[in-house]
Structure formats: structure tokens, C-alpha cells
């Protein structure tokens, strides 16, 4: 386990994920139910989500160095144009998402508000970009478990910053201009995946 896998893993996928459906399915939850309890079931979520990443990732490894390298810089490269064409398009369609996760929630109390988050969180979050980038910085590093606590706990986080301080960053910060850091750094990591390759 290497702590700096464990950091570049954590920043990338938190970067990725702040201005991401994420944060407004876990502020539009938050505000209906107990925060904790929605902490909890989206957590339980994102749990699965970066064990099956991981997973592939793993799988992945035991490709040609080369094939793997090549395919998580394109991947990176293509999370970069995913997150360029959602800031463009998420001003727009900010308040619509809010009233779309509002309307899936429902009623629930106790339990149920654990089991409704985590449904709400595995269905949108499924394929995303997070799982994505995952898969590729496991590959890429071969240090499942860095990538696992690194990706793990920036959803953690992402997912805590909402329940707790959602509606205040969500005034202040602009999410279209969180979406083009993101893509900034997907950049970056693509970048550095081909400088690693030729070295």
C-alpha cells in the first residue's frame, strides 16, 4: 500500500466527483432525512461501487503494461471531455437535477432512509466517471488497496461535504467551475500516464 497512491487517488476522484450528481443527490437527500443516516447509506453505496472498481481494475492489470497504460490515458482523456461537456451544460440543468433526486426520495424514516439513499447513489452512480477513473488507477498502479481507501474515502468526503455545508458551497462556488478543474485534472493524469509510458 502506498501512501501517495492512496493521495493522487483520493484527489482525482474528489476533484472529479465535488461537482458531480453525487453532491446534489446527497444535498437533496440531506435535506429531506437525517443527514447521518443519509451519510451512511450513500457511504454503503459508494463501498460497492469502488470494491467493484477495484475489482476490474485488478482484473485489468494483468494486461500488457502497455495496454493498460494506453487505455488509462484515453480513459482520463475521456473523463476530461465528459466534465468539459457537463460544465457547459450544467448551469442549465442544476435546478432540474435537484427536483429529479427530490421526487425519487419519497418518504422513509430510520432504516429505510439508509436503504433509500444507497438505492438513490447505486443507480445514479453506476458506470460514472468515478468508477471509471477507479478502474484505471488500479490498473495503471496496481495498488488495489491505495485506490480502494484513496477513492473510497474522497466519496466519503464529497459525499459529507454535502450533507453537511451542500446549500452554502452550491451559492459560493460556481459547480460548472468545479466540473472544468476536474476535467483539468483528468488532463493531468492522462499526461502523466503517456510520460510514465515513455519513460
Do not use: N
Not at 60 to 79: D, I, K, N
Not at 124 to 140: C, H, M, N, P
Not at 161 to 188: K, N, P
Amino acid at each position: 500500500m502506498d501512501l501517495v497512491v492512496i493521495a493522487l487517488s483520493f484527489a482525482a476522484i474528489f476533484v472529479v466527483e465535488l461537482p458531480d450528481k453525487t453532491f446534489i443527490a446527497t444535498l437533496v437527500l440531506s435535506t429531506k432525512f437525517r443527514p447521518l443516516l443519509v451519510w451512511i447509506g450513500v457511504g454503503l453505496a459508494f463501498l460497492v461501487q469502488t470494491l467493484v472498481a477495484v475489482g476490474l481494475g485488478k482484473a485489468a492489470s494483468f494486461l500488457p503494461e502497455t495496454v493498460v497504460h494506453v487505455a488509462a490515458a484515453l480513459m482520463f482523456l475521456v473523463g476530461a471531455i465528459i466534465l468539459l461537456r457537463e460544465a457547459r451544460a450544467h448551469e442549465a440543468a442544476e435546478g432540474e437535477e435537484e427536483e429529479d433526486y427530490a421526487a425519487k426520495a419519497g418518504e422513509a424514516q430510520g432504516y429505510k432512509v439508509i436503504l433509500t439513499s444507497f438505492l438513490v447513489l447505486f443507480a445514479a452512480e453506476w458506470g460514472d466517471l468515478s468508477q471509471l477513473l477507479t478502474i484505471s488507477l488500479v490498473a495503471k498502479y496496481d495498488d488495489p488497496v491505495g485506490v480502494f481507501l484513496g477513492a473510497w474515502g474522497a466519496l466519503l468526503a464529497v459525499s459529507g461535504l454535502a450533507v453537511i455545508v451542500g446549500r452554502v458551497l452550491i451559492a459560493r462556488i460556481r459547480l460548472s467551475l468545479l466540473h472544468y478543474l476536474g476535467a483539468g485534472v483528468c488532463v493531468l493524469m492522462a499526461c502523466l500516464t503517456v510520460w510514465e509510458m515513455t519513460r
